[in-house]
């Protein structure tokens, strides 16, 4: 299809500045040769990002671009979804595991070749209770790392924040178990789960091996060992996505799935990368819900 009114969404505040805008520019020079409305929209706050592409589709723009990493995709995410606009993705933050799994390019220019061609793909999305993702929901190590990061090393040092959380994590090494309900079948007990939408991870895993975008089912994989070595043996394995033949694991496609505390505890949830709560969470795919930009 060919877009015309495009609105690119993007944190002012990441990054470097004056090169982030000098980028932007060379992005929206070919556009607008083109005869297409480009309109930019810095973020403000955290959130802001959905309500930008909530008020732009409203407003009749076609393309909502999202110009950062994983976690301003899914803020933008949030605001598409049921609008009938389309979402695009333009890779610029500390993680960028949508673009991997697009293969999506960085340079402006060919940024503008993607979207003047118009190429886009109807993709399932999954929701994890009220909130939508396009790659991934957990819940255990990763979600744990996730929220333990501090914000100023992620800022000044990007992925080496992550590994610093998650070497804090495994030194004070602390599994709490949960319920994990799959499409009705008898409750796994599990102590580490990735809800899959695409085959990437980020860092090179493949905990969901055999997702896909345009599968109308979410890829879950549930680890229930408890020792350091297992996870070890798991995280090694998935790097190739060999792990689901190791004892342990289990992986199933589904529709929906429910995951609820076991106990007293009440473990942290992340959803693409962002951690947005504690348990429960219920998973649901919707096939053919999003226009993507490929």
Known sequence: MSFQRIAVIYNPASGRPRERAGLIERLAAPLLAAGRTVTVCPTERQGHAAEIAREKAAAGYDLVLAYGGDGTMNEALQGVMGTGAALGFWPGGTANVLAAELRFPHRPEEVAQRILAGRTREVTVGQANDRYFLLMAGVGPDAAVAGSVDPELKRRFGKAAFAVAAMQFIWHWDLVPFLVHLDGEPPV??????????????????????????????????????????????????????????????????????????????????????????????????????????
């Not at 549930?222 to 394995?237: M, N, P, Q, R």
């Open 189 to 294: 007990v599990g102590r580490f789960v990735v809800a899959g939408n695409a085959r990437s991870y980020g860092g090179g895993f493949q905990f969901t091996p055999d997702a896909s975008l345009t599968d109308p089912f979410l890829d879950v994989c549930i680890f229930t060992a408890e020792t350091v070595g297992d996870y070890l043996g798991y995280v090694s394995a998935a790097l190739v996505g060999l792990h689901r033949s190791l004892p342990g694991v289990v992986y199933r496609k589904v529709r929906s799935a429910e995951i609820v505390a076991a106990a007293d505890h009440d473990p942290l949830t992340q959803v693409d990368g962002e951690v947005v709560g504690r348990l429960p969470m219920r998973l649901t795919a919707h096939p053919r819900a999003l226009r993507l930009l490929i």
